[in-house]
């Protein structure tokens, strides 16, 4: 099957508008950066009870959306599953824009940004025991390794691609892997101390990864009225539902593991304490329970549209499982003497939504969907528009061009309502 | 090389919060409004935190000071990804806010929750300290004059009077010791050098039944208790 690609045209007035809302929202996330620079992180909804906020959320989320995205293009590049070519593009591009999103969020919540470099430092002013310095290695390599593979990709050096493609499959893996760890091997705070968080990390990242890359797919093909095998959704659907019962496996024993023995407080306040919504709407409702009903529904399995909407509800309920692990994972009191802690020491922290934390993070998104935008104007990412099927739907052609204004503003809704879903 | 360590007599202590105080002063550490001490945006050194347990009329509170622990082996030395906290050769941790990206990793990984982030520009007059110069050549007593927002602070066991002291040739535990062990009214709180044998902390440790902070994590603190 020989498949050649094309840059959508953006010239409608819809994609214009587009455009021109995401670069607002850009500089909105310009200003936000500055105003929590220039002020201080207090306009922020973070305090020592609850360190990290909205920006590591997000940070670990993206990561592990681009390292998903990045496992998936491996159908396409690496195993050669013709079926997948379409999206393998896609796939590789997602994986690189969406990552550097992650690297955004992650300098601007640095206290003293200008500083990010000592992470950069091996060895000599930096101290390799910490896995945030570990993690410079694997993140600064990942975004060259995508740079190169994206590269091969457009260039259709299939071999190339392929071992780079291993390579970067292997890396992304390492990657998410060593983001849980920054968290799993943290043995004072009782909720994410746990030696199964690295696979947890990679195994939502699949999850959350697969179905942003089936929602993208879905949405970028309907709006520059490309036809799409319907096969391609369902069988990437199939794959879905596999990683999300191997995350349900995972969350089941992490769990089972921290309330089993006595020294149970942390899984307590993560079911029950003030941040219980988190974990089960988000994380077990949105993140597994409903999608693997819709993906094991009779009906709704073969439809695309029942996979897509499986699809949104992972890509929010990973998001709340991201939330879930690093708001009540450090509001939970520690106890340092036996008995209550009274006052302000004793109190689980409390993490409110802040205005400029919240732009900054919606900013964050709009800039990846921004330079995604761009990159299908001017890169060849999707497949090139079938010139034997254009004639043969000619009424609804003719009806989606007419359309065709409206239904990319539509786009643009529908991934605003996602981002602030995600917000 | 000394090993500095203290020893808190919980007996001895009555809550009164003067070592807070004292280091607030001492250290210039900012004093946050009542806003910012609810939300927990307060930089703290020290604090001393209550604990009560059972219910009356058998209800027991206690007072807990709690400076910086100085754990020998201190998970936020670990995780900081910087070196901007560290072990001196003394074993006091120290926060260096010149190396500080402020990340935060060491907030989440201590298990005493004895560090603070400084959240803002804090008022000019509530870190400067005319009567300690610094001068970059030797560190000077007081080696960071300005205080930055941005990075994560701590107690440093007041390791500028030691050093100070030291220099001149004080005994420290005797005429030097930290602000918070200077200022308490009960002398609940005893400085020195736990490798010394005959210095106080050493004696108490030999004579009286202590413990530590969450010792099931073996991080060794440097800060003991004396049962109340």
Same mark, same amino acid.
């Given at each position: 099957?020989?498949?050649?690609?094309?840059?959508?045209?953006?010239?409608?007035?819809?994609?214009?508008?587009?455009?021109?809302?995401?670069?607002?929202?850009?500089?909105?996330?310009?200003?936000?950066?500055?105003?929590?620079?220039?002020?201080?992180?207090?306009?922020?909804?973070?305090?020592?009870?609850?360190?990290?906020?909205?920006?590591?959320?997000?940070?670990?989320?993206?990561?592990?959306?681009?390292?998903?995205?990045?496992?998936?293009?491996?159908?396409?590049?690496?195993?050669?599953?013709?079926?997948?070519?379409?999206?393998?593009?896609?796939?590789?591009?997602?994986?690189?824009?969406?990552?550097?999103?992650?690297?955004?969020?992650?300098?601007?919540?640095?206290?003293?940004?200008?500083?990010?470099?000592?992470?950069?430092?091996?060895?000599?002013?930096?101290?390799?025991?910490?896995?945030?310095?570990?993690?410079?290695?694997?993140?600064?390599?990942?975004?060259?390794?995508?740079?190169?593979?994206?590269?091969?990709?457009?260039?259709?050096?299939?071999?190339?691609?392929?071992?780079?493609?291993?390579?970067?499959?292997?890396?992304?893996?390492?990657?998410?892997?060593?983001?849980?760890?920054?968290?799993?091997?943290?043995?004072?705070?009782?909720?994410?101390?746990?030696?199964?968080?690295?696979?947890?990390?990679?195994?939502?990242?699949?999850?959350?990864?697969?179905?942003?890359?089936?929602?993208?797919?879905?949405?970028?093909?309907?709006?520059?009225?490309?036809?799409?095998?319907?096969?391609?959704?369902?069988?990437?659907?199939?794959?879905?539902?596999?990683?999300?019962?191997?995350?349900?496996?995972?969350?089941?024993?992490?769990?089972?593991?921290?309330?089993?023995?006595?020294?149970?407080?942390?899984?307590?306040?993560?079911?029950?304490?003030?941040?219980?919504?988190?974990?089960?709407?988000?994380?077990?409702?949105?993140?597994?329970?409903?999608?693997?009903?819709?993906?094991?529904?009779?009906?709704?399995?073969?439809?695309?549209?029942?996979?897509?909407?499986?699809?949104?509800?992972?890509?929010?309920?990973?998001?709340?499982?991201?939330?879930?692990?690093?708001?009540?994972?450090?509001?939970?009191?520690?106890?340092?003497?036996?008995?209550?802690?009274?006052?302000?020491?004793?109190?689980?922290?409390?993490?409110?939504?802040?205005?400029?934390?919240?732009?900054?993070?919606?900013?964050?998104?709009?800039?990846?969907?921004?330079?995604?935008?761009?990159?299908?104007?001017?890169?060849?990412?999707?497949?090139?528009?079938? !010139?034997?099927? %254009?004639? =043969?739907?000619? #009424? *609804? +052609? @003719? $009806? &989606?061009? /007419?359309?065709?204004?409206? !239904?990319?503003? %539509?786009? =643009?809704?529908? #991934? *605003? +309502? @996602? $981002? &602030?879903? /995600?917000? | 090389?000394?090993?500095?360590?203290?020893?808190?007599?919980?007996?001895?202590?009555?809550?009164?919060?003067?070592?807070?105080?004292?280091?607030?002063?001492?250290?210039?550490?900012?004093?946050?409004?009542?806003?910012?001490?609810?939300?927990?945006?307060?930089?703290?050194?020290?604090?001393?935190?209550?604990?009560?347990?059972?219910?009356?009329?058998?209800?027991?509170?206690?007072?807990?000071?709690?400076?910086?622990?100085?754990?020998?082996?201190?998970?936020?030395?670990?995780?900081?990804?910087?070196?901007?906290?560290?072990?001196?050769?003394?074993?006091?941790?120290?926060?260096?806010?010149?190396?500080?990206?402020?990340?935060?990793?060491?907030?989440?990984?201590?298990?005493?929750?004895?560090?603070?982030?400084?959240?803002?520009?804090?008022?000019?007059?509530?870190?400067?300290?005319?009567?300690?110069?610094?001068?970059?050549?030797?560190?000077?007593?007081?080696?960071?004059?300005?205080?930055?927002?941005?990075?994560?602070?701590?107690?440093?066991?007041?390791?500028?009077?030691?050093?100070?002291?030291?220099?001149?040739?004080?005994?420290?535990?005797?005429?030097?010791?930290?602000?918070?062990?200077?200022?308490?009214?009960?002398?609940?709180?005893?400085?020195?050098?736990?490798?010394?044998?005959?210095?106080?902390?050493?004696?108490?440790?030999?004579?009286?039944?202590?413990?530590?902070?969450?010792?099931?994590?073996?991080?060794?603190?440097?800060?003991?208790?004396?049962?109340?």
């Amino acid at each position: 099957m020989d498949l050649t690609y094309s840059p959508i045209e953006g010239k409608s007035r819809g994609y214009r508008i587009m455009v021109a809302i995401l670069g607002v929202m850009v500089a909105v996330m310009v200003t936000s950066f500055l105003v929590a620079y220039l002020s201080g992180l207090q306009v922020w909804g973070i305090s020592d009870a609850v360190p990290w906020g909205q920006l590591i959320t997000f940070d670990i989320y993206f990561i592990g959306l681009s390292a998903g995205a990045i496992v998936v293009s491996g159908l396409s590049y690496v195993l050669r599953r013709e079926e997948y070519k379409p999206i393998g593009r896609i796939a590789v591009l997602m994986g690189l824009l969406i990552f550097t999103g992650a690297m955004v969020c992650v300098l601007v919540d640095l206290g003293r940004p200008e500083k990010f470099w000592r992470l950069f430092m091996y060895g000599y002013l930096n101290n390799m025991t910490s896995m945030f310095a570990l993690n410079s290695i694997w993140y600064g390599g990942y975004i060259l390794l995508m740079l190169i593979y994206l590269w091969l990709a457009l260039e259709n050096k299939t071999k190339l691609a392929m071992i780079i493609g291993t390579i970067d499959v292997l890396w992304a893996i390492g990657v998410h892997s060593f983001t849980g760890a920054i968290f799993g091997l943290i043995g004072t705070r009782e909720i994410l101390f746990s030696p199964i968080k690295p696979f947890e990390f990679i195994t939502a990242a699949l999850t959350s990864g697969t179905a942003l890359l089936i929602i993208v797919v879905v949405a970028a093909f309907k709006f520059t009225n490309r036809s799409l095998d319907k096969k391609v959704i369902l069988s990437l659907g199939r794959l879905l539902s596999i990683i999300i019962i191997v995350l349900l496996v995972m969350v089941f024993f992490d769990k089972l593991t921290h309330i089993y023995f006595p020294h149970r407080a942390g899984a307590l306040f993560l079911f029950t304490g003030r941040y219980w919504w988190l974990f089960w709407i988000f994380q077990i409702g949105m993140g597994l329970i409903i999608p693997l009903i819709i993906l094991f529904h009779p009906k709704a399995s073969r439809s695309v549209k029942g996979v897509v909407i499986a699809s949104i509800s992972v890509v929010i309920g990973v998001l709340g499982e991201r939330a879930a692990l690093v708001i009540p994972g450090t509001a939970q009191v520690q106890q340092l003497y036996p008995g209550t802690i009274e006052g302000v020491w004793g109190t689980a922290g409390v993490f409110p939504i802040a205005f400029w934390e919240t732009t900054l993070s919606l900013g964050i998104i709009s800039l990846i969907v921004l330079l995604f935008v761009l990159a299908l104007k001017y890169l060849d990412i999707l497949p090139a528009k079938e !010139s034997k099927e %254009a004639p =043969e739907p000619t #009424g *609804e +052609s @003719v $009806a &989606t061009n /007419e359309e065709s204004g409206d !239904s990319i503003a %539509a786009n =643009e809704v529908a #991934g *605003e +309502s @996602v $981002a &602030t879903n /995600e917000g | 090389m000394a090993r500095w360590g203290m020893v808190i007599d919980l007996d001895k202590c009555v809550g009164c919060q003067s070592c807070s105080v004292a280091c607030k002063a001492e250290n210039n550490v900012p004093h946050g409004s009542a806003t910012e001490q609810r939300q927990r945006r307060e930089i703290y050194w020290n604090r001393v935190i209550a604990v009560s347990e059972g219910e009356y009329p058998t209800a027991r509170l206690e007072f807990i000071p709690m400076p910086c622990m100085h754990c020998e082996d201190a998970p936020c030395v670990t995780v900081c990804p910087a070196k901007a906290t560290y072990h001196r050769d003394d074993g006091i941790v120290i926060q260096d806010f010149r190396r500080c990206i402020g990340c935060r990793y060491c907030l989440i990984a201590c298990p005493y929750g004895v560090r603070s982030f400084n959240f803002k520009d804090q008022q000019e007059e509530e870190y400067h300290r005319p009567d300690l110069p610094p001068t970059r050549a030797d560190r000077g007593a007081w080696p960071f004059p300005q205080r930055v927002r941005g990075v994560v602070e701590k107690c440093t066991f007041c390791f500028h009077r030691i050093d100070q002291g030291l220099k001149e040739g004080k005994k420290i535990g005797i005429d030097v010791v930290p602000a918070c062990v200077e200022a308490c009214p009960s002398k609940a709180r005893i400085f020195g050098d736990l490798d010394d044998p005959n210095s106080e902390v050493s004696r108490l440790l030999a004579t009286r039944g202590s413990f530590r902070l969450r010792e099931e994590l073996s991080t060794h603190p440097k800060v003991f208790y004396l049962h109340g």
